[in-house]
């Protein structure tokens, strides 16, 4: 999608700025997925040469707030619903409607043990604008090792991803319809890394709720 990879890199700015700080204050609160994931943002599945990095971990704030800079610019997602261990999620940047599925690792691992990173997230989007439909995307938390791939694990099915910066993406698009599926009939999908310094890390995400909350955003964004 080279064509909108600048608008698509604005929407992951301002997502990522808009509920960051909230799902924060979610993670120190509670350890149980009472209330809504965290997202991050929607992303393109092939990323653009220079896309951002995850943003540091901000001051925890009351979950319903927003930071300044998200309002001033006019973007504020709206919870469409929460569904198990997903959050689904709409917003119109610059007047393009986008929807999201969003969830948190339910654990996660380093290796060596506890090196710092930012929270990483997994989401899955569709923008009717550029007739995008549940376009998967991960935020890692950290520089991947560059040239480097990643991959997801859906119970005994393992699926390539291509890595830039702090994000992964399928590597091949014409497995991306099945990968969603598996992910629908699945338990937790576990993301493999390696870090720009050599850490390597293991995420593991509830799929708990995936299926419900991607059929809310597909109804939200058809």
Known sequence: MHIHRQWQVAVLLLITAAIAVPALAQQSEAPAPATSPTPAAPAPKKPPKHKPAA???????????????????????????????????TASPGGKKICFAIAKPSSSETN????????????????????VSNEVSIIIGYPFKPNSEATVDIGSTSFALYTQQDGAWIKNA???????????????????????????TTDTFSLRGLGQALDRTDQDCK
């Open 55 to 89: 943003p540091a971990t901000a001051p925890a704030a009351a979950p319903a707030a927003a930071p300044a800079a998200a309002v001033a610019g006019g973007l504020k997602p709206t919870l469409l619903g929460q569904y198990g261990d997903w959050g689904a999620y």
């Open 174 to 200: 014409a497995e991306e319809a099945h990968m969603v599926e598996a992910m629908r009939a699945g338990q937790s999908a576990v993301v493999k890394g390696a870090s720009a310094k050599g850490t390597r």
């Open 112 to 131: 060596p043990p506890n090196r710092p990173r930012n929270p990483a997230y997994m989401f899955i989007s569709s923008r009717p604008a550029d007739k």
